[in-house]
């Protein structure tokens, strides 16, 4: 694998869908329970320029607005508790946590999130394409974001 190109490989024996690089510290054994995987998905890395805007009216039976996050395969506990904070601040409505992302279960991200993980409800999902699949089939807009070197 070139360094210009990235794969998405799912465990054959517990279902865990990961992204891989070039560089990585694992490699096509899972990273959850070291089973074998498959590539899913192999692709060049491309930079898609343009960006979309969406609005959602607050749901007034939760006092929240309709927005929700994703988080796919983020190795980072703390900043999955940020992350945690800020969708408390801004009033969304859940977190989805996907993948090798950490959940509020381990304690760094309980100490980040100082409190949020208790007022943003969660749940986790071990392949994040199955759950935007059903999340677009009832109705959902969704946006991505992701990081760019640009």
């Known amino acids: 694998m070139t360094e210009s190109m990235f794969e998405i490989r799912i465990c054959e ?3 865990l869908r990961y992204p ?5 510290t694992f490699g096509s054994r899972c990273p959850n329970c070291m089973g074998a995987t498959r590539i899913a998905l192999s692709r060049k890395l491309i930079h898609e320029p343009g960006s979309t805007t969406a609005r959602y009216a607050p749901n007034p039976a939760s006092g929240k607005i309709g927005f929700a996050v994703l988080l796919d395969n983020i190795r980072s506990a703390w900043n999955v508790g940020s992350v ?3 969708a408390d601040g801004f009033g969304f409505s859940h977190a ?6 950490p959940t509020p279960e381990i304690d760094a ?5 100082l409190g949020a993980e208790d007022s943003v409800p969660w749940s986790y999902h071990r392949d994040a394409v199955k ?7 009832e ?3 969704i ?8």
């Open 143 to 150: 946006v991505g974001l992701e990081e760019d070197v640009e």
């Open 13 to 15: 024996n517990c279902g």
């Open 109 to 113: 991200v309980k100490k980040t999130s």
């Open 20 to 24: 891989l690089v070039k560089g990585q």
């Open 84 to 86: 945690f904070r800020s």
């Open 139 to 141: 109705g959902r807009q």
């Open 96 to 101: 989805y946590l996907c993948g090798i992302t």
């Open 131 to 137: 759950l935007v699949k059903g999340l677009k089939r």
